[in-house]
């Protein structure tokens, strides 16, 4: 599993990985697919994928099997992505393995980040890393995210020279799409089997359930799993309603100095503001002797 290792060894942080380039997808015109998955559990990363190989070949590759991950086995998908893995002079594959933590982060900060926008512009970094590496790419193959005219026009106004096709779907309409939604599936599954939390000196239960909020398991593991003062380790998406509403209930609360605007200042306090104000009272105070020693001076001409 050498293609998570990155990953694995800070979860904290999403990062990139993919297979190698098939040579023929650079000298023909080639179609791909994506899609994603995780979206939709509260533990864990969220997985881009893409496959990607010759349209002249796509019969052959149609032909291996391909179908939604959703239902297939855990046995079925395994063997179908060492198919994709043992066929790297036809089929390339590449992900985008989104943190947890950068899930939420973005989810949290001032201008909300959302989970569309953030599945919307990892699609395009997928495109544009394939291209990078000099794939002809002719063709993509999108299962949807919202509504799927304007996530095409989105992706179509991007990449005006390839043909793009979203769809509701996708993943069963499109064997390529398929194979990227295995390709996504069994890397996200194999990250949570070999999770290393960060957390030093955290005994944490391993018995998490399906990782979906609805999940007894899962809900029962965020309850014990929670510490009052720290929150939540990095497997969790704590920006999920589900995790808001323990840490509301079961966490200290914290109350910052300038939440209350209606106290009085302390007498002597200074304004923060009065940081920012030039200093006109000291002007004439002497520089360090570290700059008259070697004649420094202040450039008041950048020409």
């Known amino acids: 599993m050498e293609y998570i290792q990155t990953f694995i060894s800070d979860t904290r ?7 190698s380039t098939p040579a023929i997808t650079t000298t023909e015109e080639c179609f791909m697919g994506i899609d994603e998955a995780g979206r939709g559990p509260v533990l864990g990363p969220m997985v881009y994928a ?19 991950s959703k239902q ?30 950068d899930i939420s982060n973005g989810m949290l900060q001032r201008t ?4 569309n926008a953030l599945s919307h512009d990892t699609a395009k970094k997928l495109i544009r890393r394939v291209l990078d590496d000099g794939v002809l790419l002719s063709e993509v193959y999108v299962d949807t995210v919202g509504d799927p005219a304007k996530y095409q026009a989105l992706l179509q106004d991007t990449f005006p020279h390839v043909k793009v096709t979203v769809s509701k779907k996708a993943d069963s309409l499109f064997p390529i799409v398929s194979a990227a939604s295995i390709c996504a599936k069994v890397i996200r599954d194999a990250t949570l089997k070999k999770w290393r939390f960060v957390e030093r000196g955290v005994e944490i239960s391993a018995d998490v359930g399906s990782g979906y909020p609805a999940d007894p398991t899962t809900k029962r593991w965020l309850q ?11 497997l ?16 200290y609360a914290v109350k910052w100095p300038d939440d209350d605007d209606s106290q009085p200042m302390a007498a002597g ?14 002007s004439s ?8 020693e070697r004649g420094l001076t202040i450039p008041s001409d950048f020409s």
């Open 269 to 282: 306090c200074a304004k923060i503001s009065q940081y920012f104000k030039q200093n006109t009272a000291d």
């Open 50 to 68: 893409t496959c990607f190989g010759p349209i002249s070949r796509k019969n052959e590759i149609e032909r291996q099997g391909f179908a939604d």
């Open 285 to 292: 105070r002497k520089r360090h002797r570290f700059f008259e």
């Open 224 to 234: 014990e799993s929670l510490d009052p003062l720290f929150g939540y380790p990095s």
């Open 13 to 19: 942080r999403s990062c990139s990985t993919q297979s």
């Open 112 to 115: 909300k980040y959302s989970l």
């Open 236 to 251: 969790v998406r704590f920006s999920w309603a589900t995790c808001t509403s323990i840490l509301d209930n079961k966490a």
């Open 72 to 101: 297939l086995s855990e046995k079925q998908r395994d063997a179908l992505f060492g198919c994709i893995c043992s066929s790297s002079d036809l089929l390339g594959w590449k992900a985008e393995i989104l943190s947890p933590n």
